[in-house]
């Protein structure tokens, strides 16, 4: 069974500040990975995933996220945060034959002016 | 395009009392489905997922059941509610085929006093 762990519980961040979010996987087979967004109240947005191909994935809302295989990690990161940014992030894994998601605690981005 | 409702948004519960929470898909035929609970300050839990009607299997031991009665309708029961069963509860559907990424509905909070 696949685990997820993110690195940081909470981060917080100056408006324009670039902001790198932490996720590393453990999985004995391939798999998928996501990274879900939720804003107060709200349920889950999908903001990039990645399948299978090129390594670095581009998302919604300027999110980037880079699979690294040998690491087993899938790290987040914008380049200049915004107000709007300020969210739990999640990120998640499947493995390829069980599309059951296992998903991190989550990391809690506040952005200030 | 697909969309997916969950109702009621918000629930205030006495413990002991029963409970129904609803999923619905539109646009789609076929879905996967899922209930997760995201209790306070964590991360989501896979409670159940369907693949079709009556199927339903189930990913922690609790004191919650699922239905699904018909092909894009999900149900969320319990017979008596106890106060750990208070958290936000979110609904998710993937493509029967192909459907790696889970697209989530806007949540029911659940408070049971």
């Known amino acids: 069974a696949q685990s997820v762990t993110q690195l940081d519980s909470q981060v917080p961040v100056f408006e324009e500040a670039p902001v790198e979010l932490r996720c590393n996987y453990s999985?004995?087979?391939?798999?998928?990975l996501f990274w879900y967004v939720q804003y107060p109240n709200q349920g889950l947005q999908l903001l990039l995933k990645?399948?299978?191909?090129?390594?670095l994935v581009k998302g919604i809302n300027g999110f980037e996220a880079e699979f690294n295989k040998s690491q087993t990690s899938f790290h987040l990161r914008k380049p200049s945060v915004h107000i709007s940014d300020t969210a739990e992030y999640f990120c998640a894994v499947s493995e390829t034959n069980d599309y059951k998601l296992s998903f991190g605690a989550g990391t809690t981005v506040t952005v200030r002016a | 395009s697909q969309t997916i409702h969950q109702w009621p948004a918000t629930l205030v519960q006495p413990v002991g009392s029963p409970l129904s929470l609803e999923c619905t898909v539109e646009?789609?035929?076929?879905?996967?489905l899922y209930w997760y609970r995201q209790a306070a300050g964590r991360g989501l839990q896979l409670l159940f997922y369907?693949?079709?009607?009556?199927?339903i299997s189930s990913e922690v031991p609790q004191n919650l059941s699922a239905s699904r009665p018909q092909d894009r309708q999900f149900i969320l029961s319990s017979k008596k509610l106890l106060l750990s069963d208070s958290g936000f509860y979110l609904c998710?559907?993937?493509?029967?085929?192909?459907?790696?990424?889970?697209?989530f509905g806007p949540g029911t909070r659940l408070l049971v006093l």
């Open positions: 646009g789609t035929s076929n879905p996967n």
């Open positions: 999985s004995s087979v391939s798999v998928y």
């Open positions: 998710a559907w993937t493509q029967i085929r192909g459907g790696e990424t889970q697209y």
């Open positions: 990645y399948l299978s191909g090129s390594t």
């Open positions: 369907s693949v079709g009607i009556g199927q």
